[in-house]
């Protein structure tokens, strides 16, 4: 029987861009981020704003194979893609000065790669 993954078509979508993305640009981190997606959604990650201000800098940029979410507050600009935000979490976000992306647009803005943590 073969796997089956995740049931969502806009989540299929983009674990295939993310595959074809890796191979193109021979980025690693593209390829990692789509094994992350793959998972059941109860093994995907749900990470708060307050272990991203934890383990980032100013003006880092962070990838969450899930979800953010609005606990703990946050002090310094990051850019952040995710598959999902709740409401409060992008509010505390871009008002640190920050940006909230779906993954997709990371992939436009930063073929590569570089510079980005994958955080769960």
Excluded: Y
Aim: aromatic letters at 4%; proline letters at 8%.
């Amino acid at each position: 029987m073969p796997p089956t993954g995740p049931t969502n078509p806009r989540l299929r979508r983009l674990i295939v861009l993310l595959q074809r993305k890796s191979r193109k640009e021979k980025a690693a981190i593209w390829k990692d981020l789509s094994r992350k997606l793959e998972r059941p959604s109860r093994k995907r990650a749900e990470v708060n704003i307050s272990r991203i201000a934890r383990f980032t800098n100013q003006n880092s940029i962070v990838v969450i194979p899930g979800k953010v979410l609005g606990a703990g507050t946050i002090k310094h600009p990051v850019t952040v893609a995710a598959v999902k935000f709740s409401k409060e979490a992008k509010r505390k976000i871009e008002a640190a000065g920050g940006q909230c992306l779906p993954i997709e647009f990371l992939l436009d803005k930063n073929p590569k790669g570089s510079r980005v943590t994958i955080m769960e």
